[in-house]
């Protein structure tokens, strides 16, 4: 062996073999390591889709999700008469198209002062007692506001819609079905992105409308909901939300809008029992940041109609 040849090298071999070769064995470990960088990112990734899709918990920064917040749409109607010709168009002509385009709806209405106990399942349009307006309660589900407006915009060019619909609008326009209906506009929470879809046993639903004062009140109550502890205790004493938006755009602002379900008014009234008397609510509604945050607040019964998509 010469001496300045290495111990693994033949006397033979010619110097581009041995440049292939150390090429070889440097390039070996670059591979392997970019192999495992993009198993362990579809791994990463694979993970973040399970968490998306469970849910995260409310007022817990460290589960926040990066989904785009999705947008509700309420709209109450006010009706002029019985409701069954506007029922029949939302069930067969208005709902089918809004799900065409990508975009799920609830249908509810008031639930009337003689109402079962326990309503097990969706009730069919009730009349409302006397001197008692009868409405109507539908809630638009987009997942972005980006869709929001597109779905505006692609609407009126569906066809098929335009084709089916006609014959009502022309019927309503000299009968009208309803006086108005007013819309709320509402914005996801940052930590609660997404709806919750309730439960098939669910019966009753409970509509809420927190006014605040002014517009930092009415974040500081977001901020109950969203960041604090809120919205976990309703999860741990069975109060069962749908979903938490911010008013961007509606009647009664600043406000907040929340939805949720229960089986019956009596595990309602034991939910918001527990709740009451939980003492990490009796601590939060003493907080002093908390103070004065929701002064007009409204809450509504719904039961689902026979049409709603959740």
Not at 154 to 166: C, H, K, P
Not at 239 to 247: L, Y
Request: aromatic share 12%; proline share 8%; hydrophobic share 40%.
């Amino acid at each position: 062996m010469k001496p300045d040849m290495k111990p693994d090298m033949k006397p033979d071999m010619k110097t581009s073999d041995m440049k292939t070769r150390h090429l070889r064995t440097a390039t070996l470990p670059v591979a392997a390591l970019l192999a495992l960088c993009t198993l362990c990112a579809l791994c990463a990734a694979g993970c973040s889709k399970a968490q998306n899709h469970a849910g995260s918990a409310p007022g817990d920064s460290a589960t926040q999700t990066t989904q785009a917040r999705q947008i509700y749409e309420w709209r109450i109607y006010t009706l002029t008469g019985d409701g069954a010709a506007l029922d029949a168009f939302f069930a067969d002509t208005l709902i089918p198209a809004y799900n065409r385009l990508g975009v799920r709806a609830g249908a509810f209405q008031p639930m009337p002062p003689a109402a079962p106990a326990s309503p097990a399942t969706p009730a069919a349009p009730a009349a409302p007692a006397a001197g008692e307006t009868q409405r109507r309660y539908l809630m638009f589900v987009y997942s972005s506001i980006a869709e929001y407006h597109k779905v505006k915009r692609e609407l009126w060019n569906d066809a098929a819609f335009r084709a089916a619909a006609q014959p009502w609008f022309d019927a309503s326009a000299q009968k009208p079905a309803y006086s108005n209906f007013e819309s709320y506009l509402c914005e996801a929470f940052s930590n609660m992105p997404r709806m919750r879809t309730p439960d098939k046993s669910r019966g009753l639903f409970e509509l809420r409308i927190y006014r605040s004062p002014n517009e930092e009140a009415n974040q500081r109550k977001i901020r109950m909901f969203n960041d604090d502890i809120e919205a976990r205790i309703f999860d741990d004493v069975g109060i069962n939300w749908v979903c938490f938006g911010e008013t961007l755009a509606g009647p009664r602002n600043p406000s907040l809008v929340y939805l949720t379900w229960y089986e019956n008014p009596e595990t309602r009234a034991a939910a918001w029992k527990k709740f009451g008397a939980d003492p990490r609510w009796k601590q939060l509604r003493k907080d002093p940041k908390y103070a004065r945050t929701a002064t007009d607040n409204t809450s509504q019964f719904l039961l689902p109609l026979p049409y709603s998509q959740f």
